[in-house]
């Protein structure tokens, strides 16, 4: 068994996921979780964060009081029933066109938005491109209003996780010679979407702007 201690030293209570790396001597995690009343808490295996062999992490969902701590257990063999005070709420629905859950939807973008939303204020997620003939440090200027050259348009979309806990789908856009990934992550039981972005840029004398729309 491994204890995991989680400390929340906000004022305010937290309420969210914890994402944690075991060490298991290179094996696989086919145990379960406990809280500290030997509860069973869902959870969710994803792939580590750095890239070493057999490496993989766990994420499950958590509540810690403010200035509290919460001990959670590693336990191998066969799980007990989850308790339905303890069962996760209804995990995001995601295909390769898009990931849903709360009460909206985000769907794989067309022309130049990543993203288009439907039962939320956002309506779409887009990056565009705009020409900057400024210097390196930006002088004389108070923000970037050049000319748009374009935006990336999304060239390939897959389901990136799907779980108890979690669900992702990843966009793969494009734009001259730059690319870019978008990873789109919702989880269970929570309105909130979780937007990670990278961009691998090549262009020259032009800079990327998120653009978000809104309705109204």
């Known amino acids: 068994q491994q204890r995991v201690v989680a400390f929340n030293p906000s004022d305010a209570p937290f309420e969210g996921c914890i994402r944690w790396e075991p060490w298991v001597e290179w094996r696989a995690f086919d145990g379960w979780i406990a809280d500290e009343a030997g509860r069973r808490v869902p959870h969710q295996v994803l792939p580590a964060s750095a890239v070493i062999r057999d490496a993989f992490s766990l994420l499950w969902p958590a509540r810690i009081a403010p200035r509290s701590t919460a001990v959670f257990t590693l336990r191998n063999g066969q799980p007990p029933a989850l308790p339905m005070s303890a069962a996760p709420a209804t995990a995001p629905a995601v295909t390769d066109a898009g990931i849903s859950g709360g009460g909206w939807s985000a769907a794989r973008g067309t022309g130049p938005d ?7 204020l956002l309506e779409s997620v887009r990056v565009d491109v705009r020409e900057d003939l ?34 992702a ?5 494009g734009f001259g010679a730059s690319t870019l ?26 800079v990327a702007k998120l653009v978000f729309t809104f309705a109204g």
């Open 114 to 120: 990543l993203l288009r939303f439907a039962g939320a």
């Open 181 to 206: 990934e978008m990873s789109v992550r919702a989880y269970a039981g929570d309105t909130r979407l979780e937007m990670d972005l990278g961009i691998d840029w090549r262009e020259r004398r032009r």
């Open 169 to 173: 789908v990843r966009l793969e856009a």
């Open 134 to 167: 400024s210097d390196t440090w930006s002088h004389g200027i108070d923000r970037f209003a050049g000319t748009v050259a374009g935006s990336f348009t999304v060239r390939a979309s897959t389901v990136e996780e799907s779980g108890p806990v979690r669900s």
